[in-house]
């Protein structure tokens, strides 16, 4: 008896994690995020790029985080009571990310994504992996490890080096 190949389409699901930014929505592969935190107070690091908020004390170690709204050259925003640290762990360093809010945990089916179109929004396509189509909503999907460039990588390196001399 010939076994014939399955003709089915096995949909993958992925977990998102979604959150705010200059009233965009985007999402994050939910594997890379190790937790999510409420704003703390962010120790500013001199000389530290202008992207890079300060380091925070996390359960005693020291956490660069990055302030996406920077990176993505929109304007300033204070903190509030939404404000919300996304922290991950990028090339094995544990690194935040300063959003406006976020939002939720969501599922969604792999064919409902598309790749990203040339003008989705201000912030430049190299991070982004591509676009999801939700019933109410379109969700723009990040890559966290192209929000910061090899060289980028390493300057957060160095305010990490010098934040942790100093304590």
């Keep these: 008896m010939r076994m014939e190949t399955s003709t089915l389409i096995s949909s993958s699901i992925l977990q998102l994690v979604s959150f705010v930014i200059e009233n965009e929505e985007f999402g994050v592969n939910i594997l890379k995020v190790q937790e999510i935190i409420r704003s703390v107070s962010i120790t500013r690091v001199p000389k530290s790029p202008d992207y890079v908020a300060g380091v925070i004390n996390l359960r005693g170690k020291i956490v660069p985080v990055i302030d996406l ?5 929109l304007k300033p925003k204070e903190a509030d ?10 090339d094995d360093k544990v690194v935040g990310f300063l959003v406006d809010k976020v939002k939720e945990v969501i599922r969604v089916e792999s064919e409902i994504i598309e790749p990203p179109p040339d003008l989705t929004t201000d912030i430049s396509t190299h991070y982004i992996t591509g676009v999801a189509k939700l019933p109410d909503r379109l969700l723009i999907l990040l890559d ?11 300057q957060v390196s160095e305010v990490y080096a010098e934040a942790s001399s100093n304590h």
């Design 69 to 73: 709204r920077k990176r993505f050259s």
């Design 144 to 154: 966290l490890d192209r929000v910061l460039t090899p060289v980028e990588k390493e």
């Design 81 to 90: 009571k939404d404000t919300r640290i996304i922290v991950v762990e990028l």
